[in-house]
């Protein structure tokens, strides 16, 4: 539909409603109006203030206004370096008679957006940093597990050795009373004897002798595996106390990196909504 108007006269009207539509807006913003080549207007707000003045050509490098000029509103972040600050704009066409005759432009302020960006990237870093510390403290971890399992069954072999060591001893022990009771005999014999058997009474004595040291000395050796067996059972509850609390420590160290992960979720998305949102 014909507005009866020359593109000239519906350019200028829109550039004298400008400053009434910023001092309308809530939002600190700054509007920009533009035929196909030239700013007809750079009506800038004091916390945003755009590269480009009133009268310089449009630039060909910001896809946002160049959307609007090829007859197609558009909403997204200009290049940093056509304006030189960071800014979120939404563009729309100018139309006479069909005719796209230029477009206006709005700049947002999202200075506080950027700086939650930063805050987000750098608390992403810091997640990540968490993630590989997690990861670390679960691989030695498991390796304490393991650790601690190969000692467990240690303790429990050198503990079946002590009870083969006391099997062992028991034997002893019988021996040394038989060999005892031997010795007894053979003095009793050599005694009936008389001379004749002087010489066989004095290995009856030996005989006894080594018996009884070894009856001692194998009390001794009772004594102290009965202490190795006494500290190896306490060394295996221990063990198993400390395999419980690592393995309940693993699956806490676990637990924290899948929040890790759910967290660094969250912060992709909350990133990705700043970026749509300005």
């Keep these: 539909m014909s507005t009866g108007k020359t593109d000239q006269e519906i350019l200028d009207s829109?550039?004298?409603a400008a400053p009434f539509i910023q001092k309308a807006a809530k939002e600190e913003i700054a509007i920009s109006i533009c035929d196909h080549e030239t700013w007809l207007l750079q009506l800038d707000h004091p916390n945003l203030v755009l590269g480009n003045k009133t009268g310089d050509p449009v630039s060909k490098e910001d896809p946002v206004i160049q959307s609007a000029l090829n007859g197609k509103s558009e909403m997204g972040r200009p290049p940093f370096e056509v304006y030189g600050i960071?800014?979120?704009?939404?563009?729309?066409p100018i139309m006479?008679?069909?005719?796209?005759?230029g477009a206006i432009g709005m700049a947002y302020n999202i200075e506080v957006l950027m700086k939650m960006e930063?805050?987000?990237e750098k608390l992403?870093?810091?997640?990540g940093s968490i993630q590989k510390l997690i990861e670390q403290i679960i691989s030695q971890a498991d390796q304490?597990?393991?650790?601690?399992?190969e000692l467990y069954q240690l303790s429990e072999r050198s503990k079946e050795n002590s009870e083969e060591v006391n099997h062992i001893l028991e034997l002893m022990n019988k021996i040394s009373r038989q060999t005892n009771i031997l010795g007894l005999n053979a003095n009793i014999e050599a005694a009936r004897a008389g001379d004749?058997?002087?010489?066989?009474?004095?290995?009856?004595n030996e005989v006894r002798t080594i018996s009884k040291e070894t009856a001692a000395s194998s009390d001794k050796i009772n004594e102290s595996i009965t202490l190795i067996k006494g500290n190896l059972e306490q060394m295996i509850d221990s063990l198993s106390t400390i395999r419980g609390l690592t393995t309940e420590q693993t699956?806490?160290?676990?637990?924290?990196?899948?929040?890790?992960?759910t967290l660094s979720t969250i912060i992709y998305q909350l990133h990705d909504y700043m970026k749509t949102l300005g």
């Design 144 to 149: 304490l597990q393991e650790t601690n399992n």
């Design 251 to 261: 699956e806490l160290v676990k637990n924290a990196a899948q929040t890790l992960d």
């Design 118 to 120: 930063k805050n987000v």
């Design 14 to 16: 829109i550039v004298t």
């Design 124 to 127: 992403n870093d810091i997640t």
């Design 96 to 101: 006479n008679n069909g005719r796209v005759i």
């Design 86 to 92: 960071h800014f979120f704009g939404k563009t729309t």
């Design 196 to 204: 004749a058997g002087n010489g066989f009474s004095v290995v009856a």
